[in-house]
């Protein structure tokens, strides 16, 4: 019977995109807006407990608190952000067994992971999904270059272990700070090298883990591969450089799923974050990028922000630190 309905759902739709002349080029079928926006945000909203746009915070924990995220409020309770990405672990070196990647976290990253009672779990409790951000460390090993899937696979197991055993929602990949190509002996960049990840990422977590992409580096080119394409794997994907505004192409993912706004909370203009806020509600794309939160009072900054995103009000409710 469900599979009935459902056949039934699915041909009303492909008539009603006949009806309105609706076409899709083949390498870009997601860029077309859903038919319906409120109920596409609904089943986001409903998969992962976030806003529309959602909020995303990069924190750079070599200096700044995981709990200030926590700190800022809109008028129904809810937190303003929605996303904290812990910045970052990294992709190293590793010689033993035949292995050429291994996740390493400084002592930083592994306080924030050890001390997650206070550093994570409360954030958690009032709606917050917390990502780990992977990227580079200036060893020639990234995202872009596993030599083989074995090796994205164990690399992939490595990472899941890691959201399982720390509560985490999710992983963050980004591709800066590789240096491909800079030490002789370390793997070529692989053209199948990021498709890889996704695939034996989504294997290896549940479902309902986020997977976000931070779109810069070497990977940018390794997007669509035999047969696969990265949207298929990714939740959200993000324009990468503070203080500027631009759609991004990441094939198979649609504007609902992507940032094009990217902002650093301490050095882009307040003025500037509010018209990218403006312009991310009336351009539908599904988040809006932040970085460099700090302990300092941000209100006035978030407020502006979520005035355009959502036309509400944020508020300092918790204590920075």
């Known amino acids: 019977m469900y599979t009935q309905i459902r056949k039934i759902k699915i041909a009303t739709f492909i008539s009603l995109l006949m009806m309105l002349g609706i076409s899709c080029s083949k390498d870009d079928i997601s860029e077309e807006e859903p038919v319906n926006l409120e109920e596409f945000t609904e089943a986001q909203e409903k998969a992962h407990g976030l806003k529309s746009p959602a909020s995303v915070m990069y924190i750079e924990v070599n200096n700044q608190k995981m709990q200030n995220a926590g700190a800022y409020t809109l008028p129904n309770g809810k937190p303003m952000i929605d996303i904290a990405v812990i910045f970052a672990a990294n992709i190293n070196y590793h010689t033993q067994n035949g ?23 409360p954030l958690q409790r009032k709606g917050i999904k917390v990502l780990l951000s992977i ?24 990472v899941a272990n890691v959201v399982k055993n720390n509560g985490l929602d999710g992983v963050d990949l980004d591709d800066e700070f590789a240096k491909y190509g800079s030490i002789p002996g370390r793997p070529a960049i ?8 996704l695939q034996e990422l989504r294997a290896a977590m549940p479902s309902n883990k986020i997977i976000t992409y931070y779109r810069i580096g070497e990977s940018t080119s390794q997007m669509q591969s035999q047969g696969k394409r990265a ?24 504007k609902r799923k992507k940032a094009a706004a990217a902002v650093d909370v301490t050095r882009t203009a307040a003025s500037t974050a509010r018209d990218f806020a403006n312009r991310t509600k009336r351009d539908r794309y599904g988040a809006f990028v932040m970085y460099n939160l700090d302990g300092v009072n941000r209100e006035s900054y978030l407020n502006g922000i979520s005035q355009g995103l959502y036309g509400k009000q944020t508020k300092l409710t918790g204590t920075l630190q």
Request: charged content about 20%; glycine content about 8%; aromatic content about 12%.
């Open 231 to 254: 949207g298929q794997f990714l939740d959200f994907a993000f324009q990468p450089f503070y203080g500027s505004y631009a759609n991004i192409n990441v094939p198979g993912l649609g």
């Open 135 to 158: 990227l580079g460390n200036h060893q020639a090993v990234g995202i872009a270059n596993f030599p083989t899937r074995a090796e994205a696979r164990r690399f992939a197991k490595e």
């Open 190 to 197: 692989n053209r199948n090298s990021f498709i890889w990840l």
């Open 99 to 121: 292995r050429t990647h291994k996740l390493s976290m400084n002592p930083n990253v592994r306080r924030v992971l050890n001390n997650r009672n206070n550093t994570i779990k």
